[in-house]
DNA sequence: ATAACTGCAAATCTTTTGCAATGAG
DNA sequence: CTCATTGCAAAAGATTTGCAGTTAT
């Protein structure tokens, strides 16, 4: 989905494509990685140092009302934020290292489901978390 | 593991069993579902009005210290915690209707490890919640 | 006895909100 | 023009911390 399509999401559901709001949802399309409210301040202030912290809290609404955000809450950091893009379930692979995560589309194991449908619970939805690190990180880290 | 069991590991790293303390993680230990701060506050209150807010986030940090506690963070909700008693990697089936939480064992899926080899990724560890309604809430549920 | 622990109050950090001014459609 | 959106400042909520007094070992 490229920048324009979340863009006439946005437009189809009546919400105005305000400056800081173009500002706020780039810095998340353009990042490779989620990103912490603090980075995500910095960003949009690089581009309009005007740019208030409840504008970005309040676009966080918006973009959740649109279903493209993604929260991530590793256990001891911060909240992270990254759009969601694509229409699959998926979940995020995060590396330790440098941040980067990446899409993966989900499957929960047979073995499971099963447990899940032997206990006749009605499964909802779900939230996976990988943390780990890239192939690039693991490299960099095995060398020093 | 029994209640006293959670005291010895306790002991053995050297602190203290105090009233408070004490009570804190009796709280946990026999609630069956994850409790939120406010809950939790209120259980010990009731055995001892004395017992500070303060006091239970500062057991928060003896509890993860001793690999002992469960944090659980729907996205809708405040963060509640738990026991871990179980020494296997498992994770928790939550009750939307009645907040009960059971502790599954874990299972990555053959696939899932499979696409997660492919990347080279490294996967140190992983966080899974799943929300859905128990039997008993789900035929409640029909009923009504 | 003494080091760990607690209660209290204040500090810090994160997120939300009311209101008046602004700007997109 | 009109209503959604924003900035600002203040409020609310969650968690942490310094300190002096208390308590388990």
Redo the contacts with the bound molecule.
């Keep these: 989905m490229d920048f324009n399509n979340v863009i006439n999401i946005l ?1 189809n559901k009546g ?7 173009k500002i706020i949802i780039e810095a998340l399309y353009f990042s490779n990685k989620p990103i912490s ?1 603090e980075e995500w301040l910095q960003y949009t202030k690089n581009k ?1 140092p ?6 970005i ?4 609404d918006v973009l959740e009302d649109l279903g493209l955000l993604s929260k991530i809450r590793p256990k001891d950091e ?2 992270k934020y990254a759009l969601n893009l694509s229409e699959k379930h998926s979940h995020f692979l995060i590396c330790k290292g440098c941040g980067k995560a990446e899409e993966i589309e989900c499957c929960l194991s047979k073995e499971f489901q099963k447990i899940i449908d032997d206990k006749e619970f009605d499964l909802i939805e779900h939230n996976l978390e990988l943390y780990g690190y890239c192939k690039e990180c693991h490299n960099k880290l095995k060398k020093s």
């Design positions: 437009k919400y105005k494509l305000t400056n800081q709001r409210m309009n005007n740019i208030n912290l409840s504008t809290y309040r676009n966080i911060n909240v």
